[in-house]
């Protein structure tokens, strides 16, 4: 079953790849759109093989869901990175390998130092990438294929980033097509609205993709700073704060429960971190810029870009004070909401943690008294605060491991400790050398393996990816 569920994924992709090959035959690039065909064919077959003929025994376990969900990932960017290095556009592998995990975790890191040399069609498949990895693969192709409840149920489980796995509506194929039909009609608003501000299709397309998955690939070198333009900012600047917030929200939003949307917790908090970093970064940074009101423009920009994880950049922030740097970090930490397309330890869990301290803090002034831990005024399970300190303690245990073997390629500490949390945070630029105007094609082979892991283990949570790689789990079924 694990086998017949990824060759219908592979299938999915490799319908996928025509698209930039379309794309690459617009621009009269037929040599580049040409290297999308082999991938494809070699899809095409493993899906012939494997996809097509269900099993006799088609139920899965939840084991089995996040073995499918990390394997998924990684097929996809082994596949996806194909096209870059046959065309000679990323030549070493591994960096193509790194590009595409990149993109479909919607990262945004890249080793490119010139994007502009890339043919549209790369550039193209490259953003295309951070879409379809934005709402989560399995979770696209449950929209494009039938699985029954009880399987569907288990991917999205594992897959969907948050505390807490919530359906829209009872049945879980639904719940997706909700999700992705939301999230298209969005993606095609900010294509609009950029396109208004003199955009070229091409550029808003790239721009939209990147922002509505929260992973900030540019076919720009200087990014988003390359249009110099206000309104752009602010397009792109709302539009990465609207896809960091619990889509949930989006849902209850348009059946007319608007109460519940405003008295979300987690909301509230998303909101006021970005209200009260906007304040204090404007406020330090204002000496470097004509007005506080262009001081604010290039705060919020980086604020939402940063707390959302989308990794788009319109100011170099390596040389603002110490004091705005470090708020960024802290938002690189935080991340956006619970079951958004954003990165990070998301809100949700910051809440939790919090509330949890409130709560000891009471128990230790008044021993007997019973303190519970709510969220929208629903009571924390144990089940879930378990899974939240356990999360908390590998994000830690990771976070260490991953710092000291990057620590081996020798360079700055900002630079070895950004690069980590850039991309175990799923952010794309972090500080010092790898900051908006770095990149991280100068690393050894055994950090950028390093930083794929961390990329891959961040966007699924990472205990599915952790899951993939323990023995006892091939062996033991639950």
Request: with cysteine; charged share 15%.
């Amino acid at each position: 079953m694990i086998r017949y569920i990824l060759a219908k994924m592979l299938g999915v992709e490799a319908v996928l790849l025509l698209l930039p090959a379309f794309v690459g035959v617009l621009y009269g690039e037929m040599k580049e759109a040409a290297t999308f065909l082999l991938p494809v064919a070699v899809l095409v077959m493993i899906y012939v093989i494997f996809g097509r003929k269900k099993p006799e025994a088609p139920s899965i376990y939840g084991r089995d869901g996040m073995i499918i969900v990390a394997s998924a990932w990684i097929f996809w960017s082994l596949f996806g990175a194909l096209p870059f290095t046959i065309s000679g556009s990323i030549p070493n592998y591994i960096d193509a390998f790194f590009e595409m995990v990149s993109g479909f975790t919607t990262t945004g890191s890249s080793i490119l130092k010139d994007v502009e040399i890339l043919p549209q069609c790369m550039l193209f498949w490259r953003s295309f990438s951070h879409w379809i990895g934005g709402m989560g693969v399995l979770v696209f192709v449950m929209v494009l294929t039938t699985l029954d409840k009880k399987n569907s149920m288990y991917l999205m489980r594992a897959e969907v980033p948050g505390p807490e796995k919530d359906k829209l509506v009872p049945k879980t194929m639904s719940t997706a097509r909700i999700l992705y039909g939301m999230y298209f009609g969005m993606t095609v608003l900010e294509v609009a609205l950029l396109i208004m501000g003199g955009m070229n299709i091409f550029d808003s397309l790239i721009h939209a993709f990147g922002t509505a998955g929260t992973g900030g690939f540019s076919n720009y070198t200087a990014s988003v700073g390359h249009f110099d333009s206000a309104y752009i900012d602010g397009v792109i600047s709302v539009f990465m704060i609207l896809f960091g917030v619990n889509f949930n929200l989006y849902f209850f939003f348009l059946i007319g429960e608007a109460k519940s949307v405003w008295k979300n917790e987690e909301l509230k908090a998303y909101l006021c971190i970005i209200a009260a970093a906007a304040v204090m970064i404007t406020i330090n940074i204002s000496g470097q810029y004509p007005n506080p009101l262009t001081a604010f423009r290039y705060a919020i920009f980086q604020i939402a870009s940063i707390i959302t994880t989308t990794g788009y950049a319109t100011a170099d922030y390596n040389v603002w004070p110490m004091f705005s740097q470090c708020i960024l970090v802290l938002l690189m930490v935080i991340g956006a909401c619970a079951s958004s397309t954003g990165g990070g330890m998301k809100v949700s869990r910051v809440l939790i943690v919090f509330k949890s301290i409130k709560q000891e803090i009471k128990r230790l002034v008044h021993p007997q008294s019973v303190n519970i831990i709510r969220i929208n005024g629903k009571k924390m399970g144990n089940d879930i605060l378990k899974s939240v300190y356990m999360y908390l303690m590998a994000y830690a245990g990771i976070t260490v491991l991953s710092i000291l073997l990057v620590s081996l390629d020798n360079k700055d500490f900002a630079t070895t400790f950004s690069s980590v949390m850039a991309t175990l945070n799923n952010i794309g630029p972090g500080l010092s050398k790898v900051g908006p105007n770095g990149n991280f094609a100068d690393f050894s082979i055994l950090s950028k393996l390093v930083f794929c892991f961390d990329m891959l283990a961040g966007r699924l949570e990472i205990f599915p990816f952790l899951m993939l790689l323990t023995a006892f789990s091939w062996r033991k079924r639950f």
